[in-house]
Structure formats: structure tokens, C-alpha cells
């Protein structure tokens, strides 16, 4: 008895095996939106809006999200898959849409949240950022032709 329910319970993580990542992955956005809501409570609010009831909801909606995942991916294996692969070439589609979608939401919760504990504008943050790193990258590419003009004219 032992024995069979040690190969079920096996059984059982080397079918889930293929999801590790994304669940993974779903659990720290959760963690990391969490880390945020927590950081835009106590700049906005104060400690006092720190309340063990709200962060209980954490455990329900880490669970909702990776038992939303599992089912997907359950579905996805026996009925999905082969319809997704001819069309897309990607396996479990279905599932690994889904974990973008709940990554992209948490993404969106944590852009938010920052926003209204900061209130600086995440976008325009990116922007600036990006362009500065154009004009690095123009001005390597400048020194980089100077330095060549100067190499052939040396000979």
C-alpha cells in the first residue's frame, strides 16, 4: 500500500512537472504584487491599514490562480493540445496563455500600486529610460566609426 501510494503521489509530480515554471512564475508575480500592495498601503495609509484579514485574501487568490492554471493544463493535455499544436506549434497553448494572462494582470496591479505609493508615472519612467539608452547606444556607435575613420587614415 505504502508503495502504490508512493508512485501515485510520483505519478502525480511528474505529470504536473511541465507547469513547475509557470506556476512558479504566476506565485512570485502574486508575492511580488503583494510586496507592492503592502509598500502603497503604509506610504498612503500608514501601518494601520496593515490588516491581517487583508492579507489573508493573498492565500485564496494564490490558490485560485494556481488551481486555474492546473485545471487549464489538465484540459489542455487531453483535449487541447493536439488541436493547439497543428495550429501554433506551441504545447499546453492554452495554459501558458492563461499564466501570461495572470502575470500581465498582477503586472498591471503592481504598476498601479507603485504609481499611488510613489506617484511618479511607471511609462514615462520606461520612456526616458529607453531613450537614454538610445542615445548611449548612438554614441557608442559614433565613437566606434570615429575610431575607425581615424584607424584608415593612420595607414
Known amino acids: 500500500m505504502k508503495t502504490f501510494l508512493l508512485y501515485l503521489l510520483t505519478a502525480t509530480f511528474l505529470f504536473f512537472a511541465p507547469i513547475t515554471g509557470l506556476l512558479i512564475a504566476v506565485g512570485a508575480a502574486i508575492a511580488l504584487d503583494t510586496c507592492f500592495g503592502i509598500y502603497r498601503a503604509i ?10 484579514r ?30 493547439f499544436e497543428k495550429w501554433f506549434s506551441i504545447s499546453f497553448f492554452a495554459t501558458k496563455v ?6 500581465f494582470i498582477e503586472g498591471v496591479s503592481i504598476k ?30 559614433d ?13
Open 143 to 155: 565613437l566606434k566609426n570615429n575610431t575607425d575613420d581615424n584607424d584608415k587614415t593612420s595607414y
Open 43 to 52: 506610504m498612503v495609509k500608514g501601518w494601520k491599514y496593515v490588516t491581517s
Open 112 to 141: 498601479e500600486n507603485y504609481e499611488k505609493a510613489t506617484g511618479k508615472d511607471v511609462w514615462a519612467m520606461i520612456k526616458k529610460a529607453l531613450k537614454r539608452a538610445n542615445e548611449i547606444k548612438d554614441s557608442i556607435t
Open 54 to 83: 487583508k492579507l489573508s485574501e493573498i492565500i485564496s487568490k494564490m490558490l485560485l490562480y494556481e488551481l486555474c492554471i492546473i485545471l487549464l493544463y489538465v484540459i489542455d493535455f487531453f483535449i487541447l493540445s493536439e488541436i
Open 98 to 103: 492563461c499564466a501570461i494572462l495572470l502575470i
